[in-house]
Structures are given as C-alpha cells and as structure tokens.
C-alpha cells in the first residue's frame, strides 16, 4: 500500500471532529513554518515538506468545506477575478514623506522640530541598553545634546507600494492601497497571496513582550485588544531584485513584454483583477506601522509603561508574524542617522530589493502629536534620499514658463531617455543663474538626474562632446504669453513678466483662486475662465462677483440652467473661510500651511486684543487690511515658521495698491469672511474631539477642520481629557477605551447637531 493509499485510509476513520482539529493543527504548523521562514529568515524544514502539509490540508478542506475559513493557507488565491476593485476609506490618512537631499536639509528639519517642541535646558536622561535590547532611560548625562529627545529610528525607505492591512479578533479582513492617502482600493484578495503577509495575527508569549518593554498591566490591555479589538498595519509591498530578473527572463523566453522596474512591477501586480497572476508575481511585504499609534492607546496603559517608541512598534510588528526589515537601526543623534544614511548609501546593492533612500524618525513617540503634520505629510519624519539615478540626453530646445505670479522658468526639452524605467523627455533648469553656473546651451549633451517622483533636473554639461552648433541661452525680453516686457527681479535670480494684466498670469490666478483648495467654486474649471477672460467680463477674481446669468448664456458651453448654476455656485462662495482667502490671494511663499497659520495668529489678535469688529461670526475685509498694513516684516518674522523671505513676500503684497484695490473690489462686491475664532466661546472651545470609524456627510479632514473652526481641539487618542468621542461605521478600538473611561460616546448624527 502506497503511502499516499494509507493516509486516505486513516481520514476515512476519523469523525468531524476529529477531522475539524487535523485542519487547526495543520493551519498552525503551516503558519509556524511561515512565520520562521518570512520573518525569522530560518527555514525549518525543506520546501517539500511545508508543500505536503499544504496538499493535506487543502485535501481536507475539499472534502469538508464547512471547516473551510478566510485564514486558512490554502484561501491565499480567489478562483474567479474580479470585475473591479471597490474603494476603501483609510481610517487615518496615509501621507506622503517630505524629501531631504543634503546634510543641510536633515540639519534644517531637526532645527525646524526643535523650535516645536521648545526643549528645556536642563539635561536628558542617557539611555542605556535594557532588557530585550530596548534603550531605557537611566543617569543624567545627556546623549542628545542638541538634539532629539529619544533619539531617531533609522529604516530603508523601500520603493514598493504602499499598502494598509487591517486585522479585527486577529484576523486579516481587508487590504488596501494607498490611493489619494484618504481613499484606495479593496485589494484583499491579491495581498492574501503574499506569504510574508499573515492571516492570523501570531499571539506573542508573556516573556516576548516583557523583552520589548511591556509592563505586567499593559501586557493584559494588550492580550484583550489583539483578542477583541481592531489593529492596522501599514507597509510596502515590493518585488526583490532577484524575483524581478527571473520573470523578465520568462517574459524574454516567451516574448512577452518586459516589466519596466521593481516598483512599478509591484504596483502593477496587486492591481491585478486576477489573483491568480498576482500569485505568480512573487511579491513580498514589510510592516514599517502599525495603527493606532501604540502610545495613544490601550486603555490609558501609557502612563504605566506601554510603547513610548517607534523601534517598539516594529518589535510588536515581528512579534505579531509581519516581516520587518532588520538593517533597521535607533540612532542616539541625528549624526548618527546620517552616518546610517551614508552606510547604506554606499551599500544600497548588497540589499535584496530596490532602496531609494533612508527614513528617519523621531523615535519618542510622545512627541508626534506635537510635532504634528505640516500640509500632507508629519513632522516627526523626514525621507532622505540616495544619490539619484543619472541619465544622458541631448538638450533639443528651451522652453520658458509663465507662473500665476508671472515668474518665467526655463524648461529643456530633452531628447527622451529612460531613467529608472521612466521616459523623461523635459527637465527643470531652474533659472538663468543655474544656467550660467552649469554652462547649459542649446545642443549639449548634458547628465540629468532623477530623484525618486521629483522633476528631473540637469546636474552637469558635458563640453567635450559639443559640436560647435550649440546656442546660448538666454532670458526673453518679451513674455512668451503676452509679449509684455520681461525684467530681472532686484536682488533674486527670477525675471518675471512686467505686465499685471499678462494673459497667461492672470489665467493662473484667476484660475488658483476658483480651485478646489481655494475658493472652490463648483463649475468654474478653467476653460470657463479662460472663456470669461477673452470675452472681457473676468480680469481679476472680484469680477466673479458681479457675473450674471444673461452674460453666461451667450457663452459656448451654456444655457440658461447652466449659467444659473454657476451663478448659484458662485454665490454660494461669497462667504468665504480666510484660511482659504489668504491662499486663495496668491501671495507668494504663502501656501495652505503658512494661510493657516497666518488665519489662526489674525484671529486671536483680532477677537482677543481688539475684541473683534463683528458679529455672527464674520469680520470684514476692513479689518484684515488694517491688521496686516500694520504688520511690519520684521514682527512677520516673529511668527513661527515665517522666515524673512515669507515676511518680505506678505508684507510687499499688503503694501502693494493693485492688491489692497482687489481686496476692496471684493468687499463691495460682496465678499465676507468668516472667522474661525468668531464663534469659539459658544460652541466648542476648549472640548476635545476624537474621532473613531467613517462618517457619511463629512470627510475626517471635514469634520477636524470643522471642530477646529469653532474652537475645539482634535485629538488621535482618548484619554480622561478627552470630552466627545465621535464614533462613525466601523470603529476601531478608541470606542470600547473610551467606554472603559467613561467619556462621552456620539453618533454623527449628535455631532452634528453639535456643530449647529
């Protein structure tokens, strides 16, 4: 008898539940041998063997179905593909990664958290190396002076794609891509068949988590939330360098296309409606977060010695079965980092998989929410970039630019070239001083670099290889839009067109200020403007204010219900928000982040010191001159994060007479403003917000933005300071701590109704 025969003889003596408990024990030997191999780099028996345990266990489930579950090894691959992806909104956003190429620029950034945080003189408790590895703070003597409380932990920035997984009772229920880091898509089934992704949150022993830095209490909290609660990690998928070489010789043998890069293969791959083929692809996965941020949770246990530390995060990632890269390191200092930036720089080879760079992150925990996010990416870390990938090109042509604030950039059109699997076939040449220095002509061959998504630029001329018909470069004296006269700008190296009514600028502007980020007019895209412009019944942004429908429904693209839309649009966006005034005006150097601040300081000067002018909420336009003509740059310069470019960019435009003639056209054409301090002492100041699951009428960036507005605070984690928590679909576990401490529970509704 075969053995085979035998093992079929013996399942015909064994009961269900007999048969029940073969399938658990096979799915926890199975998920043993994945863990060791996938996260612990040890293989603990041979290929062969892990297959025969699969074929026993899929043999099982064939025959008994009902045992069948969405954890199990063998449901890594769906049968049919699908007909679409479905979208999924993020429980928290996942944001972008501000870029850093320089020495300088990390020096720049840690100087920036440091002006946050305000540290205070007295000295930083050294740490010393604890039990399980962890740093534990013992002493007096300082290691960080001059930095970082907590040092920084430094991780390979991997070029994949990122991806959020989300585990409820331990169990992988969805996965997802990043998308617009608030909506991606459902890509469950093709993250199921990465082996290094787990289908069952591995339960880490006591002495597991005490070598990581858990006391006794938080260990319970622990046990209870991975049993009962929500957790989401967050990683890159990529494909290995050596996986990558195996299928474009496949694909070469069986003349198929070749797959551009590592990355772009990766993403290509989990978007696949058929898993089968995504299988096929071998992909692989590291875990670099986990949600939510440990020290803001578990029911209160922070105080009591729960995580305090990112290099704790990825300890309980390995622990709980995801893969987490081991070349990652805590650095005691930025220097230290830097000199982790510079290994692996040089290194970057010697790694299985594509490596664009290092990140470096504010290790102490306690310290992100302060630190915070600036536009759409967090304080507290920062991407440090590898030398960039190099390419030559020929230089066909230059083209210049014209910006909304009339500013002309040199573009090179480029003789198109691969670099890193993407065609670029124009590069940044920045301005006419950069030209000079580099000593760029028309017809040079020239290196152009390539970093991560940032323009290509041109790094170096190569002279030797010119012909004698290059031409030199040189700056319009006519803009290349309006035919306006162009000069140098006094003490900067930009020229920029002269002329206040140039077409292409005043298309810019009028376009920037109907944006979505802006004003957000619904309707008003850019065709419309320009057609506005060219018929003479739009020249600056107050003109929007005095449109009617009869001047519409002359227009191309209109009739009389569509001009009255866009009236109504229009009109609807009369009162406006001055965080998006200030951005909308187009001062230079002043973006969304800089507005906002610039709002909040206006606001607490004008209802605090003066006791505002108005009432309902609303002040005027009046005021708003007066406060900033009165400005001077150098008290602009007082305020965090305004340097003295910003504070010479606000104060000329406050200064300038076109700009303050706009602000009162807009006024009498009925522009009002509301303020976010004008209702903050009868509505929400000084409550606390968190908010927990997905609402239906607002966005979570809607709902903070509006708490903020009526002088609430909003907070990611629920604590005995905690007023409200707002409790949408699907909430994770800040609903049950909030319950455990009592703090008061709403549905979207309530909360709502307490936005009035």
């Not at 299985?352 to 310290?367: E, R, S, T």
């Not at 403007?529 to 204010?545: A, H, N, T, W």
Request: glycine content about 8%; proline content about 4%.
């Amino acid at each position: 008898m075969t053995r085979g025969a035998m093992t079929e003889e013996i399942y015909i003596f064994m009961d269900k539940t007999q048969v029940k408990k073969r399938i658990e024990k096979l799915k926890q030997e199975i998920e043993k041998y994945r863990y060791a191999y996938h996260v612990l780099d040890k293989s603990l028996i041979s290929d062969a063997a892990q297959d025969s345990l699969k074929n026993e266990l899929q043999k099982l489930e064939n025959e008994h179905s009902e045992f069948i579950t969405p954890d199990s090894p063998t449901q890594r691959m769906a049968g049919q593909p699908l007909d679409k992806f479905n979208k999924v909104r993020h429980s928290t956003p996942m944001t972008s990664l501000f870029d850093a190429f320089s020495r300088e620029d990390m020096h720049d950034w840690e100087k920036r958290m440091k002006k946050i945080i305000n540290p205070t003189t007295s000295p930083e408790p050294s740490l010393s190396k604890g039990e399980g590895g962890i740093r534990e703070r013992r002493g007096s003597s300082p290691p960080y002076e001059g930095g970082v409380r907590g040092g920084y932990y430094a991780e390979l920035k991997l070029d994949g794609l990122a991806v959020a997984l989300v585990y409820e009772k331990g169990r992988f229920i969805t996965g997802a891509t990043r998308g617009d880091g608030r909506v991606g898509e459902d890509v469950t089934q093709n993250l199921k068949t990465i082996e290094a992704i787990p289908l069952v949150l591995r339960r880490p022993e006591n002495r597991e988590l005490k070598n990581i830095g858990l006391s006794g209490p938080a260990i319970k909290i622990f046990y209870q939330a991975l049993a009962a609660g929500r957790l989401e990690a967050r990683g890159e998928a990529i494909m290995t360098n050596k996986v990558f070489k195996e299928l474009n010789l496949e694909n070469k043998k069986a003349g198929k296309p070749l797959l551009a890069n590592p990355r772009n293969a990766a993403a290509g791959s989990i978007r696949q409606l058929d898993s089968k083929l995504t299988a096929s692809r071998r992909l692989d996965c590291y875990i670099y977060s986990l949600l939510p941020p440990l020290i803001w949770s578990a029911g209160g246990a922070g105080e009591e010695g729960f995580f305090n530390s990112h290099e704790q995060e990825h300890k309980l990632a390995e622990l709980l079965g995801f893969k987490v890269l081991k070349q990652n390191k805590l650095c005691l200092n930025l220097d230290e980092a830097i000199k982790y930036h510079d290994y692996w720089e040089k290194r970057r080879d010697q790694v299985p998989f594509d490596c664009d760079g290092v990140v470096i992150v504010v290790n102490d925990l306690k310290l992100w929410p302060k630190l915070g996010f600036v536009g759409k990416g967090p304080r507290f870390m920062m991407a440090y970039k590898f030398a960039a990938e190099e390419a030559t090109t020929k230089i066909k042509d230059v083209i210049w630019q014209v910006g909304r604030t009339g500013v002309l950039t040199p573009t090179a059109e480029l003789t198109p070239v691969s670099i890193y699997g993407v065609t670029v076939s124009r590069a940044t040449l920045h301005n006419l001083d950069e030209i000079n220095r580099l000593g760029i002509k028309i017809g040079d061959t020239v290196i152009i670099e390539r970093a991560g998504d940032v323009i290509p630029k041109v790094v170096k001329v190569l002279p030797n290889l010119r012909v004698g018909a290059e031409k030199a470069i040189k700056a319009p004296l006519e803009c290349p839009m309006c035919g306006g006269w162009v000069e140098r700008v006094k003490n900067e190296v930009a020229y920029r067109c002269v002329n206040k009514n140039c077409y292409a600028v005043n298309l810019r502007r009028l376009r920037h200020w109907a944006g979505k980020n802006t004003i957000d007019i619904e309707g008003l895209g850019p065709k419309i403007i320009e057609q506005l412009v060219k018929q003479g019944l739009v020249r600056d942004p107050s003109d929007f204010y005095k449109l009617t429908a009869g001047d519409l429904i002359p227009l191309e693209r209109f009739a009389e219900k569509s001009a009255d839309n866009l009236i109504k649009a229009i009109s609807a966006r009369k009162e406006v928000d001055l965080v998006r005034l200030l951005y909308a005006l187009g001062i230079r150097h002043v973006g969304e982040e800089t507005a906002q601040f610039l709002a909040k300081q206006f606001s607490i000067f004008n209802f605090s010191a003066q006791g505002g002018s108005a009432c309902g909420g609303q002040f005027s336009i009046k005021d708003l001159i007066k406060y900033f003509v009165e400005m001077s740059s150098e008290k602009l310069q007082k305020l965090p994060d305004v340097g003295p470019v910003v504070a010479k960019s606000i104060y000329d435009w406050f200064h300038d007479k076109h700009n303050l003639e706009l602000l009162r056209k807009l006024a009498a054409n009925g522009l009002t403003i509301k303020s976010p301090a004008g209702q903050a002492e009868e509505k929400l100041a000084g409550k606390v917000f968190v908010l927990t699951g997905g609402l239906d009428k607002l966005t979570r960036d809607q709902a903070k933005a509006k708490i903020r507005e009526l002088g609430g605070e909003v907070s990611s984690s629920v604590s005995k300071n905690t007023d409200y928590v707002v409790a949408g679909a699907e909430p994770g576990g800040k609903l049950e701590k909030a319950k455990k401490l009592g703090v008061k529970v709403i549905d979207e509704e309530e909360f709502l109704k307490l936005l009035g």
